[in-house]
């Protein structure tokens, strides 16, 4: 998960493989003070490296200029669930590519995720990202898909 920094290209995100840690603290999470998923390179601060996903997170920021907080989660039942009924990534695109930024670059330009600020990963299997003003309502939207689910 990240969050939007104070200063332009500045993110603070979780580092790499944090994803299997029940309770994170502040030395799992790094802060990115530049990116350019053109050029797949992220300049980082921290102790841990960023996530693989960055370029990814960066690509929602710059796209979305009201949005503060996104969360990636992995999650099978939700990601079949939603696959194609939210906006959807390509099948060959690999996670964490300059290819993957510029794919969510496409889908941020569609109407239908501005509105549902949430898509899946259809190349990265169970991979699910939602976003928002911040990483509160991210993470309610999520939940809220989640709970759809489990009285469906
Ligand atoms: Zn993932």
């Not at 053109?38 to 370029?55: K, P, Q, W």
């Not at 941020?108 to 991979?127: N, P």
Request: aromatic share 8%; charged share 20%.
């Amino acid at each position: 998960m990240s969050q939007r920094g104070k200063i332009d290209k500045e993110i603070i995100i979780s580092g790499t493989n944090t994803g299997g840690i029940p309770v994170l603290n502040e030395s799992h999470y790094t802060t990115v003070i530049d990116y350019d998923w053109r050029e797949n390179r992220v300049t980082c601060r921290g102790t841990i490296a960023a996530s693989s996903e960055t370029l990814t997170h960066g690509a929602i920021y710059e796209a979305n200029p009201q949005i503060n907080g996104v969360i990636h989660i992995h999650h099978r039942q939700l990601w079949q669930n939603l696959m194609y009924r939210v906006p959807t990534t390509q099948e060959n695109i690999a996670y964490g590519t300059p290819e993957m930024a510029a794919e969510i670059i496409r889908l941020c330009q569609e109407d239908r995720l501005e509105e549902q600020q949430i898509l899946v990963m259809s190349g990265h299997e169970e991979g699910i990202i939602a976003f928002g003003q911040d990483l509160a309502k991210a993470g309610n939207l999520l939940l809220s898909y989640y709970w759809q689910l489990q009285s469906s």
